[in-house]
């Protein structure tokens, strides 16, 4: 399974319109266009399209109208997966290779992508020439990684020309935008199956309808999956491991797909979590981050709506594991007793990810972020009060609609105040079916450029300068592996997430060591190892 963490999407228009930088954008009119297509419809409901000489089976494909719809129906839970047996042994003797683009729930996505496919009898693979399987596991929040999808589907083109049994799938949050899987239907027929991020856990089903079948086939279900626990993972490793706690977003933030390509909030229940986490510290992984699209909304949508992150939190931290950490969190919905539990430290790590997103209250309101600056101020004290030594990292957008030269300001004056240990920092761009992107885009692109450099030139001074603190100190580091740089180097992180780079044999990887820091660098520590951690059994 291979990574890419750089995303970013354009917003697909009819029109041919200019861009905010003044070159002419892209016309994806075209791609809606299926007059001259024909449909049947097969004995059990389901649609085929003929079109350019491909059939396309359509169990479901996405649709915006429903998928902005929140229905009350409750959401059940499903512990009954199972392989149907007339597809156990289907991959015998073959092989898959996942791309898998974005954030860690899409990585997560793919663990289990990944476990049913080896429980289908297929053995994992980094040869793309060798794999019998590819699936593209994609990101729909920023604008590189939708042209970066697009661009690998047309590389595949003349790989699957030579090998027609070949079998490309598309999935992820692309496939849950209405443009995207128009423009693959017309565009690039060579692919074989495009499904969403409600219905993974139908995989194997798909595959053979896949397989054994001459359509395209498109299943991607607008209406929310219900939780399905018991799924097969592979984990990429066995030191740290994902543990998802919720499914969905219900803030819809004005800017954000989230909402319409996961769908709504969907907690999963305590002892499942509690269960799974026991069992990574009983294997012996050292570090679980909790996941979720909004992870400290966790509980809210649960009969007893009284049971939060803290209590979750409260309970996880009496588990036998080094380490736990959470991402992503909601301003919103950090509460009061959230930062009473993580005060009490011990496996809490004390790394807190708070994105803002801007400086600015009245961009803030326009991005319908639901907090003030000052409010977000009030909060980060609250946080720094309760953890004294915890590290602030953080997400911030420049360029955002009608953003003036003072309100960006105010972004740079926010990152002064607080002191952010480092930042994940973008340029606007906007993003089909969402509020923002019936906005006049109007902030020119060499513009957008310039302030997205000023404000990382700010946030590497305020990097460097937390950095220096840990200049000759001893700091604890999960050594998570060999240096990408280097392969005489060792590199893991702090409990604040902080790089560290260090000599010491292969055999510590995977352990807790102490490290003494001899060079703070902007983005990384150096270091000497001092000696192992005591780390309990």
């Not at 649709?63 to 059940?76: C, H, I, L, N, S």
């Not at 509690?274 to 570090?287: N, P, T």
Request: with cysteine; glycine share 6%.
């Amino acid at each position: 399974m291979t990574n890419d963490n750089n995303n970013k999407s354009k917003k697909v228009s009819a029109q041919d319109v200019k861009s905010s930088s003044g070159n002419k954008a892209k016309d994806y009119g075209k791609y809606f266009d299926f007059s001259n297509a024909k449909v049947t419809e097969t004995e059990d409901g389901k649609k085929v399209m003929k079109i350019s000489g491909r059939s396309i089976l359509i169990s479901d494909q996405p649709d915006y109208a429903k998928g902005k719809r929140r229905g009350k129906e409750d959401v059940q839970v499903h512990y009954d997966f199972n392989i149907p047996e007339d597809m156990k042994d289907i991959g015998a003797g073959k092989s898959f290779l996942i791309r898998t683009y974005g954030c860690q729930m899409n990585s997560h996505d793919t663990e289990n992508m990944a476990g049913m496919l080896l429980e289908l009898g297929f053995s994992e693979t980094d040869d793309t020439n060798k794999a019998d399987i590819i699936i593209l596991n994609t990101c729909a929040i920023r604008e590189n990684a939708e042209n970066k999808v697009f661009g690998e589907i047309g590389n595949l083109k003349p790989l699957k020309r030579e090998r027609p049994e070949l079998i490309l799938a598309v999935c992820g949050c692309m496939s849950q935008e209405e443009g995207v899987v128009n423009r693959i239907m017309q565009k690039h027929q060579h692919i074989d199956l495009i499904f969403g991020t409600h219905n993974i856990h139908r995989l194997p089903h798909l595959l053979k309808d896949a397989i054994f079948g001459k359509e395209m086939v498109v299943e991607v279900w607008s209406k929310e999956g219900d939780i399905v626990e018991n799924m097969p993972r592979k984990r990429q490793g066995n030191t740290q491991a994902w543990v998802n706690i919720m499914y969905g977003c219900d803030k819809f933030c004005t800017y954000c797909i989230v909402p319409y390509t996961r769908g709504k909030e969907r907690s999963r229940l305590p002892e499942d979590i509690i269960a799974e986490v026991r069992e990574l510290a009983r294997l012996g992984y050292k570090e679980v981050t909790l996941l979720g699209q909004n992870v400290n909304a966790y509980g809210k949508d649960l009969e007893d709506n009284e049971y939060g992150l803290g209590d979750l939190m409260d309970e996880l931290r009496k588990i036998d594991i080094p380490r736990i950490r959470f991402t992503t969190s909601h301003p919103r919905d950090f509460d009061d007793h959230l930062i009473e539990v993580l005060a009490k430290g011990g496996n809490l790590v004390e790394h807190i990810h708070l994105p803002v997103q801007h400086g600015n209250t009245e961009i803030l309101k326009l991005m319908a972020r639901k907090y003030s600056r000052e409010q977000y101020l009030e909060l980060a004290g609250k946080i720094k009060k309760a953890i004294p030594n915890a590290s602030f990292t953080t997400d911030l957008i420049v360029g955002f609609p009608n953003e003036t030269d003072e309100q960006f300001e105010d972004t740079l004056s926010l990152v002064r105040e607080i002191e952010f240990d480092s930042a994940y920092t973008y340029i606007y761009s906007p993003r089909e079916g969402t509020p923002a992107a019936k906005m006049v885009d109007n902030v020119p692109m060499k513009v957008k450029k310039e302030r997205l450099a000023r404000l990382n030139a700010l946030i590497n001074e305020t990097s460097a300068k937390k950095n220096l603190d840990f200049q000759d100190k001893i700091v604890e580091v999960l050594v998570e592996g060999v240096s990408k740089k280097n392969s005489e180097i060792l590199s893991g992180r702090t409990r604040t997430n902080r790089l560290v780079n260090f000599k010491a044999p292969e055999s510590v990887i995977g352990e807790i060591v102490y490290v003494k820091v001899t060079d703070a660098k902007t983005w990384s520590l150096d270091g000497e190892i001092v000696e192992l951690a005591e780390v309990k059994e």
